[in-house]
Each structure stands twice: as structure tokens, then as C-alpha cells.
Antibody, heavy 124, light 107 residues
């Protein structure tokens, strides 16, 4: 069974930064891209960012482009989301999610395993 | 980006009822449509991929169908553990986008 565990959330001031981490058994494979999906309080799901199995290619939603960056550490089986210039509208639960295969493939661009989520609150 | 629209936004039903949720894409996505279940306070769970492929461990009372722009998720006999919010997601073109969700409540 795939397990994913996020950490790093908390209260951050507007304009601040935070680094989220995701670890677990689901990150060991080079075949699966990894992603972050967020959910604002009482709202729906929004894809944020993805990274290829190799860690070479990354993708970000327009809403966070230039502010968020995703990375992957194969030696530690972790994926990180570096979030900078945070805004109130970035307040959300951030889920680490594994794609079923490569992000570039439409037949695998869906999320087969999810972590429990970590809450990021942007407020002064 | 491809827009996904679900209907209804919420519905009330009883245990044993058959329910259908609809998801419509703003352009044709073939069968690149996936369904998730989210119980309140928990992470989403993948139910169905590629419009109709039931994931391992998902009860057979769940089924999905459709192609092109119109898709359905059907629960043939609603059980107490099925009361949750359901999301569709298209994987046809990046970025992946979700519907707004359909909340299934107890009548």
C-alpha cells in the first residue's frame, strides 16, 4: 500500500514563505510523477504543481507560477513545495498526490494515492 | 484550461437509492475522466479512472460512463459510507482540472 505523509504547514504571514515536504513509500518509483493539490477551506480541489519521476521536469499552475517551486530528492524519497510571496488566497490544505505515471501522458495524468494533507494558513 | 462542470452541486438521498452525478467538460476529452470521493475531513480517494475503470477495492455499486464531453458517476444502491463529496477530473490536457464537486447528503 502506498503511503504519503506531508509536513511543514502552519501559520505564515502574507508575503512570507514556507516549505512543504512529502515523504513515504509512494515516492520511491521513478515511473510516477508527483504532484501537489490544494483545497481552500470549504472549496474544491485545485492542482498546484507536478514534477516528473526523474525530477528533471516541473509544471506549475498559473496561479502560483513564479512563486511556488517543486523539487524532488530521490536519496531521501521526498518531494518538496517551496512557497514564496504567499497571499491570503493561498490558504488551503495542501495534499501530496502521486500520479499514476508520467505527467506528460494523458492516460496517467490522474492521482492514484494521496497524503492526509497539511494546512497552510496565510494571515497576519 | 478545460473547464469541468458537475451537476447537481448537492443532492439528498436515502440509503438504498440509486444516484447519478453528471460531469461535463468544456471540450472533448475522449475518456480521460476520473472520479474521486472525499469524505469530510479526509483526503480524496480515486474511485474510477478513464471514465469507467473501477479501481481495486472500490465496491461494484460504483460505475462510471461517458465519453467526449459528458460523463456520469452512478451509485446503484447508496450505502451509509457513500455520503461524501465527489469530484471529477480531466486528464486529457494539462493542467489537470477538477469539477466543483457534488455533495451527497443523507435525506
Amino acid at each position: 500500500e502506498v503511503e504519503l505523509l506531508e509536513s511543514g504547514g502552519g501559520l505564515v504571514q502574507p508575503g512570507g514563505y514556507v516549505r512543504l515536504s512529502c515523504g513515504g513509500s509512494g515516492i520511491t518509483s521513478d515511473s510516477n510523477a508527483m504532484s501537489w493539490v490544494r483545497q481552500a477551506p470549504g472549496k474544491g480541489l485545485e492542482w498546484v504543481s507536478a514534477i516528473s519521476g526523474s525530477g528533471i521536469s516541473t509544471w506549475c499552475a498559473d496561479a502560483v507560477k513564479g512563486r511556488f517551486s517543486i523539487s524532488r530528492d530521490h536519496s531521501k524519497n521526498t518531494v518538496h513545495l517551496q512557497m514564496t510571496s504567499l497571499r491570503a488566497e493561498d490558504t488551503a490544505v495542501y495534499y501530496c498526490a502521486r500520479l499514476s505515471g508520467p505527467y506528460s501522458n494523458s492516460s496517467t495524468r490522474y492521482f492514484d494515492s494521496w497524503g492526509q494533507g497539511t494546512l497552510v494558513t496565510v494571515s497576519s | 484550461d478545460i473547464q469541468m462542470t458537475q451537476s447537481p452541486s448537492s443532492l439528498s438521498a436515502s440509503v438504498g437509492d440509486r444516484i447519478t452525478i453528471t460531469c461535463r467538460a468544456s471540450q472533448s476529452i475522449s475518456t480521460s475522466l476520473n472520479w474521486y470521493q472525499q469524505i469530510s475531513g479526509r483526503a480524496p480517494r480515486l474511485l474510477i479512472s478513464a471514465a469507467s475503470n473501477l479501481q481495486s477495492g472500490v465496491p461494484s455499486r460504483f460505475s462510471g460512463g461517458g465519453s467526449g464531453t459528458d460523463f456520469t458517476l452512478t451509485i446503484s444502491s447508496l450505502q451509509p459510507e457513500d455520503f461524501a463529496t465527489y469530484y471529477c477530473q480531466q486528464s486529457h490536457s494539462p493542467p489537470p482540472t477538477f469539477g466543483q464537486g457534488t455533495k451527497v447528503e443523507i435525506k
